[in-house]
């Protein structure tokens, strides 16, 4: 009987320890799940979900977040995908959040990812419908790259050719070797390292000039330093002072000449203003042009008569000659 | 000859079919044998752990090993433990611990009713009041179911203990990692039906050995026979059931 209970109790343990790693190992299995953690289910729209099924991982930054629920077609080009958001995790995805179809490793499962969207937007909630962006086809890749390879095998060849002239082109190349170049350029520089060398040289010699020319040596020197010059300068200035005072003077002297003339009851005034003096003014002129006038008939005349006549002709002729 | 071979089959199945008819009409009747069935329970359980468990254990060190040199040449390595989990859970454990049982539990209760059968004791049982058919084949049946699933859980369990061993004889993994790594390739889908799986495989080897060993005939020499019959039947059934089980999963897609 004693053996009987020992053997229950071994029984018991025996099926007590088989039922708790069942529950255990079942409890590790859900929990990767996420059967047991509550949950928000949301869905996305693609258009093409390149082998996604039910179960798949959701990542959110590449944490798992939650499993891929329900996939089923709504459209011709349209594919729902339903999946969980472990509930823990919610307040860290905005309703604007992106979802892509990727792949775990090159060729491990499909996968959700959700790439996080603005910091402002509203938490994701139960039955959100987010964004999706066009999953990444490796096919297409492929044939990128191909082109991709293509160019660059276009792009080598032409840097052999370009390489292969550059070898065979003897003047290119004879200019990269050639030493006298170098030489003459190094000549160039020790030249111009002269010319700065002169250049500083005369900065020096003009400085000198300069500090001379301060403490008075030479005729500049001289000329800007000498004080007697400035003393007759400023005597030559009092002297054009006095000539101006004189002037002056002469333009009051002129000031009352030019008053006498405007005053009508003198002499001169009189002589202006009087119009028939004028007159008798222009009369006489006039007499003396009619004057003038015979008088050049009378010098004419002369001209042609006999005994003057002779000089005339001669003196013409010697002016053509 | 032959066609006496063909009837002697033909009469056994349908002789078997009668019996697990008799089996579920006498199992679901009481009055029922709780005692003995603790006994068998204790004798079909904690007995066959040891065997099991170091035969598990083998298991699973040994596919860890021989799936480590393919694994490697793909460089997927870091996939080893998901690997062997899955096949050890889905097919290796419960297959491999079916057959270990069959051999030591099937054996033993052909033998232990052979016996009692060609010694008459059935015959006194019967005569002494008791449902020898409760008592006897019942009690064992239902031992065997109840308890291929548990050995199948601790087999498990076991199995990969020693895979993870065998993953760190040829890299550094923790076992932290390794748990990670096995939980989240298994599924639900992966674990139940190889434990309903365990529930037939119960049975089929209970049922079989019990009527092998209630079958006998010819004396002691009838025996050993029964005893090895029983065997060989439920080694054969265990693989039928087997892949009538990969059948129904695959209908139901729980793959």
């Given at each position: ?40 289910s949301?869905?996305?729209n ?22 891929v629920?329900?996939v089923?077609p709504i459209a ?10 472990d ?24 996968l ?8 402002k ?8 419908l987010?964004i ?6 490796i096919d ?23 390489s292969?002239?550059?070898n065979?082109n ?7 070797t050639d ?5 003459n ?10 010319t700065g ?8 010699n ?27 300068l ?5 002297n ?6 004189t002037?002056?003077?002469?333009s ?36 003396i ?5 015979n ?27 | ?11 056994e ?20 044998e709780?005692?003995?069935l603790?006994?068998?329970?204790f004798?079909i359980?904690?007995k066959?752990l040891?065997?099991?468990g ?15 040199p ?12 998901s ?17 270990i ?17 060609v010694t ?11 449902n ?9 049946v ?11 859980i ?20 923790s ?20 434990i309903?799986?365990?529930?037939f ?5 209970g049922?079989?050995?019990c009527?092998?060993g ?42």
């Amino acid at each position: 009987m004693k053996e009987q209970t020992l053997n229950r109790a071994k029984l018991g343990a025996f099926v007590l320890i088989a039922t708790t790693f069942l529950i255990v190992g079942l409890y590790f299995i859900g929990s990767k799940k996420n059967i047991f953690h509550s949950s928000i289910s949301v869905s996305a729209n693609f258009s093409n979900i390149g082998g996604l099924i039910q179960g798949n991982n959701v990542r959110f930054n590449g944490i798992n977040v939650g499993v891929v629920s329900k996939v089923y077609p709504i459209a011709d080009t349209a594919i729902k995908v339903e999946f969980t958001i472990d509930q823990s995790s919610t307040k860290y995805i905005s309703s604007d959040a992106t979802v892509s179809i990727g792949t775990d490793g090159l060729l491990g499962n499909k996968l959700v990812n959700i790439s996080p969207g603005k910091k402002k937007s509203k938490q994701i909630e139960e039955g959100n419908l987010l964004i999706s962006t066009r999953p990444i086809q490796i096919d297409s890749e492929l044939r990128t790259i191909t082109t991709t390879n293509n160019n660059l095998k276009v792009i080598t060849d032409n840097l052999k050719d370009v390489s292969e002239k550059l070898n065979n082109n003897n003047s290119l190349w004879q200019l990269l070797t050639d030493t006298r170049v170098a030489d003459n350029i190094r000549k160039a520089i020790v030249t111009f390292k002269l010319t700065g060398e002169n250049t500083a040289v005369i900065t020096g010699n003009l400085s000198k000039f300069v500090t001379d020319i301060k403490a008075g040596k030479g005729t500049i020197g001289a000329l800007l330093t000498d004080t007697s010059i400035t003393e007759k300068l400023s005597q030559t200035i009092i002297n054009i002072n006095s000539i101006s005072d004189t002037m002056a003077i002469i333009s009051g002297d002129f000031k009352t000449f030019s008053k006498k003339l405007n005053n009508k009851n003198s002499t001169l005034s009189t002589l202006l203003s009087d119009t028939a003096f004028v007159h008798n003014l222009n009369s006489s002129i006039i007499n003396i042009k009619d004057g003038a006038d015979n008088f050049n008939k009378n010098m004419e005349a002369l001209k042609h008569s006999w005994p003057l006549k002779k000089y005339f002709k001669q003196q013409k002729k010697s002016k053509q000659n | 000859m032959k066609s006496k071979a063909l009837t002697n089959l033909l009469k056994e199945t349908a002789d078997l079919y009668l019996f697990t008819i008799r089996f579920f009409k006498e199992g679901f009747k009481p009055r029922f044998e709780v005692s003995e069935l603790i006994n068998q329970c204790f004798y079909i359980g904690n007995k066959t752990l040891p065997l099991v468990g170091i035969t598990g254990f083998i298991m699973g060190l040994v596919i860890t090993i021989q799936s480590h040199p393919s694994m490697k040449a793909f460089g997927a390595e870091s996939w080893l433990p998901s690997v062997v989990s899955v096949s050890l859970v889905r097919e290796i454990v419960p297959v491999i611990t079916a057959l270990i049982c069959a051999g030591k539990i099937g054996s033993g209760i052909g033998a232990e009713l052979g016996s009692m059968k060609v010694t008459e004791q059935i015959d006194a049982m019967e005569v002494s009041g008791t449902n020898p058919f409760k008592y006897l084949v019942v009690t064992r049946v239902f031992a065997a179911m109840l308890m291929l699933p548990l050995l199948v859980i601790l087999s498990d369990a076991i199995a990969l203990y020693g895979a993870y061993i065998g993953v760190n004889m040829k890299q550094v993994i923790s076992f932290q990692l390794y748990s990670n790594q096995i939980f989240s390739k298994l599924t639900f889908s992966d674990v139940l039906p190889s434990i309903i799986k365990s529930f037939f495989f119960g049975f089929a080897i209970g049922i079989i050995g019990c009527f092998k060993g209630f079958s006998t005939k010819n004396g002691t020499q009838g025996v050993g026979r029964a005893a090895n019959s029983a065997v060989v039947a439920a080694t054969f059934v265990v693989f039928i059931i087997d892949l009538m089980a990969a059948q129904i999963a695959d209908i139901f897609s729980i793959t």
